[in-house]
T-cell receptor, first 111, second 115 residues
């Protein structure tokens, strides 16, 4: 699976949009981009995933660049409860479905 | 939907003892994963199953670790004998392996302390 690069930490003001970047320049055509988050002491939580089109659900939006070498997870109105470590993962369905977690971005939402 | 259920939530055991962690996946999910999380190494995939069959156990650290999935609704991770360096949070996750992937669901974890 392609490797991902994320900033180790970010801050965001409560109520503002949180934009979390992820670089995956070696992504191949059959690899999807997944985002998970882990709130302290809890199991990771699935947020969203996509292949090449932008995706939106009730939690977040995923913007994937046209060349698919990077993506941005957007939390439109961050709250204190969104403070967590966010993981960007690239995975190929053909490689068995396993998820390999990197170090992620620690997002701190501040009042 | 009760989600992925792991037991026990906390386990404290003495070095050398056998430890068994349990996981009940979400009904209908055909994939199950065991992860270990420590401050030093982050989240590590230990083993995963598709349709109750172990597919990749390359992450299992040593022969002291073993995992089974006797049926679609139950899996165990056993450590025998346990060592202090096995202290970690162990997560189980389940999901459906379909085209395009799926958002796997994680349990709340078992915090293991080996003294």
């Amino acid at each position: 699976d392609a490797k991902t690069t994320q900033p180790p930490s970010m801050d965001c003001a409560e109520g503002r949009a949180a934009n979390l970047p992820c670089n995956h320049s070696t992504i191949s055509g059959n690899e999807y981009v997944y985002w998970y988050r882990q709130i302290h002491s809890q199991g990771p939580q699935y947020i969203i995933h996509g292949l090449k089109n932008n995706e939106t659900n009730e939690m977040a939006s995923l913007i994937i660049t046209e060349d698919r070498k990077s993506s941005t997870l957007i939390l439109p109105h961050a709250t204190l409860r969104d403070t967590a470590v966010y993981y960007c993962i690239v995975r190929s369905y053909n490689q068995g479905g396993k998820l390999i977690f990197g170090q992620g971005t620690e997002l701190s939402v501040k009042p | 939907d009760a989600g992925v259920i792991q037991s026990p939530r906390h386990e404290v055991t003495e070095m050398g003892q056998e430890v068994t962690l349990r996981c009940k996946p979400i009904s209908g999910h055909n994939s199950l994963f065991w992860y270990r999380q420590t401050m030093m190494r982050g989240l590590e995939l230990l083993i995963y199953f598709n349709n109750n069959v172990p597919i990749d156990d390359s992450g299992m650290p040593e022969d002291r670790f073993s995992a089974k999935m006797p049926n679609a609704s139950f899996s165990t991770l056993k450590i025998q004998p346990s060592e202090p360096r096995d202290s970690a949070v162990y997560f189980c996750a389940s999901g459906e392996l379909v085209t395009g992937g799926y958002g796997y669901t994680f349990g709340s974890g078992t915090r293991l302390t080996v003294v």
